[in-house]
């Protein structure tokens, strides 16, 4: 259970401890957008985190190095060259900062992408299903995103095994409740039409629905999955698309092997030309 919370805190939520976490979409006309994710972590519950990890790294038999880093995930340097390196994606900023206490660190990535599609495929969220389809006679759009557990997106969201999983997560998460239990997060989405339904909450601008996430919403996997349908114009230029979370996670491992191939590369031939200069 703790690396299934894991994986969904670390890729779509972030990290654990007293933390905010917001994002904003914005998508176009186009099918290009931007997107932005702000989390602020408390550092005192995130360094007691890391060491908790350690610990059962050390009760399994396992060098503490081997433990999980929860700090790995939001590295700015590191998600930007990640992220540099994905096709139809641009960094335009990933920064780190702490508070002059030191009591808090706020992360912050921003990028702009020329597809939805791509901006899943190049893995800026992870550990989610996404569907963008045209309905009601190709008059709308309706885009399910759906926060996913051990990257698998075929849980039940309704009947027994759904309940059982609910309670038995919801068991395990009130275990971590007094450090995670003000976990906030807060998705938004700026659309190019009109929202015509959807179960986050519309704002007055028509065009914007917004999400929010608690820390015991994580034990059911019906909360997990946000849904939208918006009206289609005639100037828009959407395509559809749909990705598992497996098929993501095979796309960024890809995207991480081309650029390691890429680097190889790119060492060799610089080898070389100094070579040939002796």
Known sequence: MRRSLA???????????CLEVTSRTELKKDGSGTYTQTTTVDMAKALAYAKELKAQARGLGLPPEEA????????????AAALTT????????????????????TYELSVAFDSLQQMYAAGVVEDVSVKLERVRKGKAWKL??????????????????????????????????????????TSQLALPGAILETN???????????????????????????????????????????????????????????AEEQAKKQAADAKKAKDAKK
Not at 7 to 16: D, G, Q, S, T
Not at 71 to 79: C, G, N, P, Q
Not at 152 to 179: F, H, N, V, W
Not at 234 to 258: G, H, V
């Open 144 to 185: 399910t995103i759906r926060h996913v557990f051990d990257g698998t997106d075929r849980e039940p969201l309704e009947g027994p095994a759904a309940d059982r999983l609910r309670k038995m997560r919801e068991s395990m998460l009130k275990r971590y409740e007094r450090m995670w239990g003000t976990l906030a997060i």
């Open 68 to 79: 999980d880093d929860p700090f790995e995930v939001l590295d700015a340097k590191k998600r």
């Open 7 to 17: 994986l969904i805190l670390a890729a779509a939520l972030a990290l654990p401890g």
């Open 86 to 105: 994905r096709k139809g994606i641009t960094v335009k900023s990933s920064t780190q900062r702490d508070t002059p206490d030191k009591k808090s660190r």
């Open 200 to 258: 986050g909450t519309k704002d007055k601008d028509k065009n914007l629905v917004t999400w929010r996430i608690g820390f015991l919403d994580l034990a059911d996997a019906r909360k997990l999955v946000q849904h939208v349908t918006f009206e289609h114009t005639k100037d828009t230029k959407l395509e559809p698309f749909e990705l598992s979370a497996n098929d993501i996670a095979n796309a960024i491992e890809e995207a991480q092997l081309e």
